[in-house]
């Protein structure tokens, strides 16, 4: 009988997601751990491990699993590892593909980069679906991409491509960016960017905001949201500068892959038309001639909670219990 | 019999060339007329299918070609029309395959980007043999580039992908750009962005310069070429800024599709280790860690006089008689 289930896990700076998901796209079982709580990998792993399993038991035992998929920021495809990942605690090259599966029944293990999984999310169950040509931008913590070209991922010649959140958007006094170099997009427009933005217009400008009221070093794109719901006007601000910028660097995109759709993802989507109508005039403002009015915006059709999940689940289904690249 | 040969034609700003090429990419017959000579498209492409009649007739007449390929800024491969080309005389959508090929004893036209062209016979006969991700960098009158991803060419939703001669790479204060836009790479990194970078540095510093001989209007990329092999520091100036300019764009192109090679072709490629070398510095010092000395780049080991067109002609052998796309 073929394996009616596989899991998927979604590794984030704050949480590590899972859940054993049926072939309709339904997440069965699930739970979570902080991930950043564990400076130790092999804490994390055993830590992990004893979630899956658990939830593994709850769908029958691992016998009913066809695969487990990672969706992890530095994933790497082709070898399974997560490589240098800034906001992540471990340092150096993972192979977390392999101490999952060695910790796991040895249950074969796929494991790509976060945003690309959201993208494989996206194409089977979400806003992408007949799409052959696309980008999933996420919006969380950093900034994330997952490319789709002629209907398939890019994953470039060493399994990392799609790192649109670190293309430099400010080549001269940019942003010290999580990476360790300055002035990426992900510096200013994930979640904790808006922060910074909050945090640097209170200092730079002297108007009223409701803002002010709170300890410039615990803001949040939310608090940031909250304001300009009441409208204030450094808030909107904040909102139509992210979106802004944002705009630009998507019209630079187009010039590469001429996507059919830009699918917006994460956290900081709630903040709905506040970033989505700036977005769409700085494009429609910088937009080269031949890909004017071509290319759709959209905000992701995926519940935010499941999405993740479903993404790295898709993979499971693919993955080969041979295939040398994937178990080192 | 198979028809043993194609027909390759490689639209420029300044000329058109076309030859007869046979299935080992030899060019066995050619000719060229001046683009910019024909303000009317009409009168361009009588003058252009007399040249192309007479080449076929050199090589037995009509029914020894399998098809025509075109390579032409803003060329389109899914509909076979120019559209919106800045550098050429003719404004608008230009149905182009169409108009040959009624000319043309009614042989098959395909069409694309002249860069994706390159791309193409870089693939077939050049230094991306074998390979299956790259990006091919066209440096001339102006900056083209064909994005070869996975074995495939990217041509994007609508056709147009790969117009990496106008990401925006200065935000603010950007040189007007041949699109009409400001701050694209082109401004800075073709023949002519060279040649107005001169002129712009003549006139903001103060040193001596054999630069300085010459009238500023007439300055080509060949004159500082020359300048710069007599150690004139001004124009080592300029290639160490264009070099620049151009490395800190191809780490946000890795960013984007992490290539095996970035590849350098056209007329400004003459300048070598000038161009080379601050290209590498840029990238070194700007790229993300997990792409660090991965992404060679390398020069064209195509001829020029023959890449365009035998880029082009490749297509030739693909086009289709009945291809409702190709023939409108």
Redesign the interface.
């Known amino acids: 009988m073929e394996k009616p289930y596989v899991v998927g896990i979604d590794i984030g700076g704050t949480n590590s997601v899972y859940g054993v998901v049926d072939a309709r796209g339904t997440i069965l079982y699930g739970g979570s751990i902080k991930t950043g709580k564990y400076a130790d990998i092999n804490d994390y792993v055993r830590e992990l491990s004893a979630g899956l399993k658990q939830v593994i038991d709850q769908a029958g035992g691992p016998e009913k699993i066809k695969g487990i998929g990672v969706g992890a920021p530095?994933g790497n495809f082709f070898n399974g590892c997560i490589?240098?990942a800034p906001n992540l605690p471990w340092k150096g090259k993972i192979p977390l593909a392999q101490l999952i599966s060695e910790s796991v029944h040895n249950i074969p293990v796929a494991l790509t980069n976060d945003a690309n999984a959201a993208a494989i999310g996206e194409m089977t169950y979400g806003a992408a679906r007949g799409m052959?040509?696309f980008i999933e931008i996420t919006l969380g913590t950093g900034v994330g991409s997952g490319?789709v070209?002629?209907g398939?991922l890019?994953?470039?010649?060493?399994?990392?491509?799609?790192?649109?959140g670190?293309?430099?958007?400010?080549?001269n006094n940019g942003r010290l960016c999580g990476?360790?170099?300055s002035g990426c997009l992900e510096a200013y427009c994930s979640a904790t960017g808006v922060a910074r933005t909050a945090r640097e217009y209170l200092s730079i400008r002297s108007e009223d905001s409701v803002l002010r009221n709170l300890d410039p070093d615990e803001i949040t794109s939310k608090d940031v949201f909250d304001a300009a719901m009441k409208n204030d006007k450094i808030a909107l601000d904040i909102f139509e500068a992210t979106g802004t910028m944002l705009g630009?660097a998507f019209?630079?995109?187009v010039?590469?892959?001429?996507?059919?759709a830009i699918i917006l993802f994460g956290g900081l989507t709630k903040a709905g038309d506040l970033l989505m109508n700036p977005i769409k005039r700085a494009m429609d403002k910088?937009m080269?001639?031949?890909?004017e009015g071509?290319t759709k915006v959209i905000f992701s059709q995926l519940k935010e909670s499941d999405a993740a999940v479903l993404g790295a689940s898709a993979l499971g289904w693919e993955v080969k219990e041979q295939d040398p690249n994937l178990v080192l």
């Open positions: 530095n490589e240098f052959k040509d490319i070209i002629g398939n890019v994953y470039g010649h060493d399994g990392f491509a799609g790192e649109l670190h293309v430099t958007v400010r080549r990476c360790g170099r630009e019209t630079n995109f010039a590469f892959s001429s996507p059919e910088n080269l001639k031949v890909f071509k």
